[in-house]
Nanobody
Framework: VQLQASGGGLVQAGASLRLSCVAS????????MGWFRQTPGKEREFVAA???????HYLDPVKGRFTVSRDNAKNTVYLQMNSVKPEDTAVYYC???????????????????WGQGTQVTVSS
């Protein structure tokens, strides 16, 4: 499956953004979808994931602010980011896995397919 992420940009703290990840080549409904982020010099960090059952998981600092959802008919996964903070600044990546188990859902190595990343910059 090929993934294309979009929706990043430069926003002020407190604003909202919606990232999209469109899949092609395979139907998205077969995959657990994850969102990760990375800043220079740091390792890639789990942000959120949504399983085929639509069960969702979040990094603690984004709980209550970010919402991950999926539209299988559109082969698209979204990350709605509300009340963004400067510390949310990063390149955001979407990822897909057809084999990841629940205990490993936050591990980026469990995801075989990655999009190209979209930059989110939050100014204070």
């Amino acid at each position: 499956v090929q993934l294309q992420a979009s929706g990043g940009g430069l926003v002020q703290a407190g604003a909202s953004l919606r990232l999209s990840c469109v899949a092609s080549g395979r139907t998205l409904s077969q995959y657990t979808m994850g969102w990760f982020r990375q800043t220079p010099g740091k390792e890639r960090e789990f942000v959120a994931a949504i399983r085929r059952s639509r069960d969702t998981h979040y990094l603690d600092p984004v709980k209550g602010r970010f919402t991950v959802s999926r539209d299988n008919a559109k082969n698209t996964v979204y990350l709605q980011m509300n009340s963004v903070k400067p510390e949310d600044t990063a390149v955001y990546y979407c990822a897909a896995s057809s084999t990841v188990i629940l205990s490993n859902i936050r591990n980026d190595r469990a995801y075989a397919n990655w999009g190209q990343g979209t930059q989110v910059t939050v100014s204070s």
